[in-house]
């Protein structure tokens, strides 16, 4: 069988261990070296970063997220033994693992390290589709006379690269589509390389659960439920036209995926629907002051994300979340597309002037969408607002600043409050 010493790269067939480094981290298997569809995921990534910015971090556990009330945006693996997951409520998590230290996420470093790790997945091959700051597919296919190597081996010294060079680790998945490669990626974390061959798809998939398939929530799962489909074995007792009938274009989907089909291709530019960012407060606050504040800096958060991928928003958004968990959302659409900070906070906080007094609230977002290329945003002024051009200018200054001389180096006197 062929194998892979992830350590120095060796490709050989017999033994447990490398035969050149003695290395145990060795990826077997029968098609290693044909596939070209990967997936890699950074390891509980922002965690990752923040245990090699600060050592002292590196025995404990580690939750990245807001205050209390806030929800958990991702743990190290220590934590997740103590059962803290993604997404899960701070004081849940706090339960779980009392001992944990909460560490409040630093968007601009994490982003900054992504770029890293996309700088070295450019080095591989073109085709890439991220999907978020901490993971994406590549397609290999045709790389392996271009780099001497077939694409596992590139893989392979990929990740070695992201842990030596940059600090962090990263798991694979390789196998013949992205469905398949992304079902690998999560096979063996943290610092993994799994892989699912063509010819033991079906046998692979068959007493897995549905719930594998990304994009099954809990409604999906119960509606799946309802049906009698719990693995992919029960799947592949409907015909297509029954699962169609009954789930719409997603049966056709759970149809194909059944079998391991996935003929969606890797999309190197696969569009952005929107941004948006939010904060959840440690307590309940109706303080105009206050919230305004908050409109600012989430307002910045969004403009910076869109400056950085090159894009703007011809929606806002605001949206806010009461004592009883309602959320109320409001959109305005603009003349012009924008990525400036200054007009979507101004524009958001004409939308909370409607409904600001129905607080207290616990949570507040602020978003763009209905994206566009940048190359013509805010260009058309604001004739009910004749200063409108001038703050731009000076955003785009202080632009300049903060790259030069970091986040902190200028900020509004608003988002102090």
Not at 298 to 307: F, G, I, P, T, W
Not at 380 to 386: A, H, K, V
Not at 395 to 417: N, W
Request: hydrophobic share 40%; net charge positive; proline share 5%.
């Amino acid at each position: 069988m062929p194998a892979l010493c992830r350590e120095c790269l060796t490709e050989f067939k017999d033994g447990p261990r490398c035969p050149a480094c003695r290395s145990p981290r060795v990826a077997r298997h029968d098609e290693l070296f044909d596939l070209t569809i990967a997936h890699m995921d950074c390891d509980a990534f922002y965690a990752s970063v923040e245990k090699r910015d600060n050592p002292e971090l590196a025995d404990k556990p580690v939750i990245i997220g807001g205050g209390r009330r806030g929800v958990v945006s991702t743990a190290c693996y220590i934590a997740r033994i103590k059962g803290v997951r993604s997404a899960m409520p701070m004081f849940q998590a706090l339960e779980k693992c009392p001992e944990a230290v909460i560490v409040k996420p630093r968007m601009s470093v994490y982003g900054e390290v992504s770029r890293q790790v996309r700088a070295l997945m450019e080095e591989l091959t073109p085709a890439i589709e991220p999907l978020s700051l901490d993971e994406a597919f590549m397609d290999l296919s045709g790389t392996a006379r271009l780099h001497g190597r077939p694409p596992a081996v590139m893989l392979a010294r990929l990740v070695r690269r992201m842990r030596d060079e940059i600090g962090i680790t990263g798991s694979i998945g390789l196998s013949h589509n992205k469905f398949l490669a992304k079902v690998a990626s999560d096979l063996d974390k943290p610092h993994g390389f799994a892989v699912i061959g063509k010819a033991e798809t079906a046998d692979f998939l068959a007493d897995r659960p549905v719930r594998l398939i990304w994009g099954i929530g809990p409604a999906f799962q119960a509606s799946l439920d309802k049906a009698g489909i719990r693995t992919f074995t029960d799947l592949r007792r409907w015909e297509k036209q029954d699962l169609t009938a009954r789930f719409g274009q997603s049966g056709t989907r759970l149809w194909h995926l059944a079998r391991g089909e996935d003929y969606r291709r890797v999309q190197r530019n696969a569009p952005v629907k929107s941004i948006s960012n939010e904060t959840t407060f440690n307590e309940d606050t109706a303080n105009p002051d206050v919230l305004d504040g908050h409109i600012w800096r989430l307002a910045e958060k969004v403009a910076d994300r869109a400056k950085a991928k090159g894009i703007a928003g011809h929606v806002v958004t605001l949206k806010l979340k009461r004592h009883n968990h309602k959320i109320l959302t409001r959109q305005s659409q603009l003349t012009d597309p924008t990525q400036i900070a200054d007009r979507i906070y101004r524009t958001a906080r004409d939308l909370f002037d409607i409904v600001g007094d129905q607080g207290p609230y616990r949570l507040l977002g602020v978003g763009i969408s209905h994206l566009s290329d940048a190359e013509g945003a805010d260009l058309s002024g604001d004739l009910l607002d004749p200063q409108a051009a001038k703050r731009a200018t000076a955003e785009r200054a202080t632009d300049a600043i903060r790259e030069r001389f970091g986040d902190d180096a200028i900020m509004k006197g608003r988002a102090l409050r």
